[in-house]
């Protein structure tokens, strides 16, 4: 069965909004998407080593500020250049208003 650590409360992501969190020594970027759904993801681009969570959430993608690679929060895959390369995304629950996140990456990639 997989493990799912608790990150934060849900509350403390607006809708359409960011947040790093370190989940044993793993650093993550959960995002409320505007879907309503909630997401994560390594929190480091894989074209240059900057933190995805301080770049802006538009739908369900999270641009790098750095240099502008989106990247879909649901598989990990860029969809521009200049990241050619998929980062780690992590199953989510959402329970009692609470986000929980398996540090076992759903889409295989690994960092």
């Known amino acids: 069965m997989t493990e799912f650590l608790?990150?934060?409360?849900?509350?403390?992501?607006a809708k359409g909004a960011a947040l790093a969190v370190d989940l044993d020594g793993t650093p993550i970027v959960l995002v409320h998407a505007e879907d309503d759904g909630f997401y994560a993801a390594y929190d480091e681009c894989s074209h240059a080593a900057v933190a995805l969570s301080e770049g802006e959430v538009d739908g369900c993608t999270l641009e790098c500020w750095l240099h502008g690679s989106r990247f879909d929060l649901r598989t990990g895959e860029p969809s521009?250049?200049?990241?050619?390369?998929?980062v780690p995304v992590y199953p989510v629950e959402v329970r009692d208003g609470d986000v929980y996140v398996s540090l076992t990456p759903s889409?295989?990639?690994?960092?």
């Not at 608790?6 to 992501?13: L, N």
């Not at 521009?80 to 998929?86: F, W």
């Open 80 to 86: 521009g250049l200049p990241a050619t390369e998929p």
């Open 107 to 111: 889409n295989g990639v690994t960092r």
């Open 6 to 13: 608790r990150a934060c409360a849900a509350d403390e992501i």
